[in-house]
């Protein structure tokens, strides 16, 4: 290269190796793998340290359970506006200014809540975090499947869900460590400012670099090639964007609301049925309130130590997960096999508390179980398979619109949570809950094709009836047949 090439500018910027870097192993690859796994720390950390502070407002501030419901509520409310800003945002200024405008405001949320001396704190507090992990799921999401390749694409996406459950267990860490010191709850939510903090200074590395989909979607096929080099190499970047051909501009959400086309709208059905279920299942529930689940049974610091165990091993399943099973084993299997572990272990979480009310063991073992399994297939998977069978024209704003049905499913059973507990006792939720993940399994079964080696491009042939796959690729999918 000659001092005057713009590949060699850019690589003496970004410090990437064009023409040399093998997919995935890149100084800007691995920048974007870091970014990934920041944002899905600052998220994780939020969502599990409210379980811990949940049981501690109540005595603080003299809650009440409906209050309670409110302030833990009111996020996946918030979520369904951020969701839609994110993937707008994304589609206008790029996935980087979009991440920035995340981490902000999961910082103002984490310190408005710290401060917090009135229910209305807490709820604005809990209003500008919604805004970020709305926006955050959708945008991160987005970026990581655009520039991963497609032969890593489920590794990389799902180190989204990792870190997420990774966060999860360091707030139900820290509610362990610091319960019962002065302000302890104000502890536990100020440090959720740490990660992003973190998140956004690292952004500010030129070696984080733009989405060349994005770059194509904006029409600069010759920015959207530089950085694709930097990303995978020169040879291989020529190649993909052989592949992708020449991109479409971001569509408006009409087309995504009423997609043109039964491909567009069979991928675009399956990746919101598969967001749902992610929410449907139970996870978020059991999340957010294992602390009231196991409290009738539990010390308060018991409680959180198994909120903790749980966790951990919530990440060494996903480990394995994300780094052997998604990308060797396939998306489908995995959705089938967690979906039916929930299945029986919701049952028998619903048996427990209806029957033997004093075991706390079976319901412990149920609830690991269910953590587990879930864990192991949907949790991972769900990230992966909704990002990569939508097309890049309709991504961002796609997931986001996934991300507002199953905020706004969220919503809703976060704050009947207490009052069903109440009414009805917990093994009627627990039941609701094994009967969606049968309906969830049935959904897999006849609606999700397996998309394992399928390059984003070729997406289509999954789904459009007019169109056969063809023998090729990495798994009998590279090209498709009229």
Same mark, same amino acid.
């Given at each position: 290269?000659?001092?005057g090439d713009?590949d060699a500018?850019?690589?003496a910027?970004?410090?990437?190796k064009v023409g040399?870097?093998?997919a995935g192993?890149?100084?800007p690859?691995?920048c974007a793998?870091?970014v990934t796994?920041a944002?899905g720390?600052a998220?994780?950390?939020d969502?599990?340290?409210i379980?811990g502070?949940?049981?501690?407002?109540?005595?603080?501030m003299?809650?009440t359970?409906?209050?309670?419901g409110?302030?833990?509520?009111v996020?996946?409310y918030?979520?369904?506006v951020? %969701?839609p800003l994110?993937?707008?945002y994304a589609?206008a200024?790029g996935?980087k200014?979009?991440?920035g405008?995340?981490?902000?405001f999961?910082i103002?949320?984490?310190?408005?809540m710290t401060?917090a001396t009135?229910?209305?704190h807490?709820? =604005?507090?809990?209003?500008?975090?919604?805004?970020?992990?709305g926006?955050?799921?959708?945008?991160v999401t987005?970026?990581?499947?655009?520039v991963?390749? +497609?032969?890593?694409?489920g590794?990389?996406v799902?180190? *989204?869900d990792l870190?997420?459950?990774?966060? $999860?267990?360091?707030?139900?860490?820290f509610?362990? =460590?610091?319960?019962?010191i002065?302000?302890?709850w104000?502890?536990?939510?100020g440090?959720g400012a740490?990660p992003p903090?973190? %998140?956004?200074?690292?952004l500010?590395f030129?070696?984080?670099l733009?989405?060349?989909?994005?770059?194509?979607?904006q029409?600069d096929?010759?920015?959207?090639?530089r950085t694709?080099?930097?990303?995978?190499?020169q040879?291989?970047a020529? +190649?993909?964007?052989?592949?992708?051909?020449q991109? %479409?501009?971001p569509?408006?959400w009409g087309e995504?609301i009423?997609?043109r086309?039964?491909?567009?709208q069979r991928s675009i059905?399956?990746a919101?049925?598969? !967001?749902l279920?992610?929410?449907l299942?139970?996870?978020?529930?059991?999340?957010?309130?294992?602390?009231?689940?196991?409290?009738?049974d539990?010390?308060?610091s018991q409680?959180?130590l198994m909120?903790?165990?749980i966790?951990?091993?919530r990440?060494?399943?996903?480990?394995?997960?994300?780094f052997?099973l998604?990308d060797?084993w396939?998306?489908?299997?995995?959705?089938?096999v967690?979906l039916?572990g929930m299945?029986f272990?919701?049952s028998?979480?619903?048996y427990?508390?209806?029957?033997?009310a004093?075991a706390?063991?079976m +319901?412990?073992?149920?609830?690991?179980?269910f953590?587990?399994v879930?864990?192991a297939?949907?949790?991972?998977?769900?990230f992966v398979?909704a990002?990569? $069978?939508?097309p890049?024209?309709?991504?961002?704003k %796609?997931?986001s619109?996934?991300?507002m049905?199953?905020?706004? !499913?969220?919503?809703?059973?976060m704050m009947?949570f207490?009052?069903? *507990?109440?009414?009805?006792?917990?093994?009627?939720?627990? !039941?609701?809950?094994?009967?969606t993940n049968?309906i969830?399994?049935f959904v897999v079964?006849?609606?999700?094709?397996?998309t394992?080696g399928?390059s984003?491009?070729?997406?289509h042939?999954?789904f459009?009836?007019?169109?056969?796959p063809a023998p090729?690729g990495e798994t009998?999918?590279g090209?498709c047949w009229?």
């Amino acid at each position: 290269m000659t001092s005057g090439d713009p590949d060699a500018k850019l690589v003496a910027t970004h410090g990437g190796k064009v023409g040399s870097a093998s997919a995935g192993s890149s100084v800007p690859a691995w920048c974007a793998r870091v970014v990934t796994c920041a944002t899905g720390l600052a998220e994780g950390y939020d969502i599990g340290s409210i379980s811990g502070v949940a049981v501690l407002l109540r005595q603080e501030m003299g809650l009440t359970k409906q209050q309670v419901g409110l302030v833990i509520g009111v996020m996946n409310y918030a979520m369904i506006v951020g %969701a839609p800003l994110g993937g707008w945002y994304a589609d206008a200024a790029g996935r980087k200014k979009a991440l920035g405008a995340t981490y902000v405001f999961l910082i103002a949320g984490s310190m408005i809540m710290t401060f917090a001396t009135r229910l209305e704190h807490l709820l =604005l507090g809990r209003v500008a975090l919604g805004l970020a992990i709305g926006a955050g799921f959708s945008v991160v999401t987005a970026y990581i499947t655009e520039v991963s390749p +497609k032969s890593h694409r489920g590794t990389m996406v799902g180190l *989204e869900d990792l870190f997420l459950v990774m966060g $999860i267990s360091l707030g139900y860490a820290f509610n362990y =460590l610091l319960a019962g010191i002065s302000n302890d709850w104000r502890w536990m939510v100020g440090i959720g400012a740490i990660p992003p903090a973190l %998140a956004l200074a690292l952004l500010l590395f030129p070696q984080v670099l733009e989405s060349p989909r994005w770059h194509m979607l904006q029409g600069d096929r010759a920015e959207a090639e530089r950085t694709l080099a930097l990303l995978v190499g020169q040879e291989e970047a020529v +190649k993909m964007l052989d592949e992708w051909g020449q991109a %479409a501009p971001p569509c408006s959400w009409g087309e995504v609301i009423f997609p043109r086309g039964a491909w567009r709208q069979r991928s675009i059905l399956a990746a919101i049925s598969v !967001t749902l279920m992610g929410i449907l299942c139970g996870i978020t529930t059991t999340t957010v309130y294992m602390g009231t689940i196991l409290a009738g049974d539990l010390e308060r610091s018991q409680v959180f130590l198994m909120s903790t165990l749980i966790g951990c091993l919530r990440v060494l399943i996903l480990l394995f997960a994300v780094f052997v099973l998604i990308d060797s084993w396939g998306r489908k299997p995995l959705m089938i096999v967690s979906l039916s572990g929930m299945t029986f272990f919701m049952s028998l979480m619903s048996y427990a508390y209806l029957v033997e009310a004093s075991a706390m063991p079976m +319901k412990f073992s149920a609830l690991l179980g269910f953590n587990l399994v879930y864990s192991a297939g949907l949790g991972p998977v769900s990230f992966v398979y909704a990002a990569e $069978i939508v097309p890049t024209e309709l991504r961002s704003k %796609a997931l986001s619109l996934g991300t507002m049905l199953a905020r706004l !499913t969220s919503g809703s059973m976060m704050m009947a949570f207490p009052l069903i *507990e109440e009414q009805c006792g917990l093994h009627c939720i627990f !039941t609701f809950f094994a009967m969606t993940n049968v309906i969830g399994l049935f959904v897999v079964l006849r609606f999700a094709p397996e998309t394992r080696g399928t390059s984003l491009e070729e997406m289509h042939c999954l789904f459009d009836p007019a169109v056969v796959p063809a023998p090729g690729g990495e798994t009998g999918r590279g090209q498709c047949w009229a």
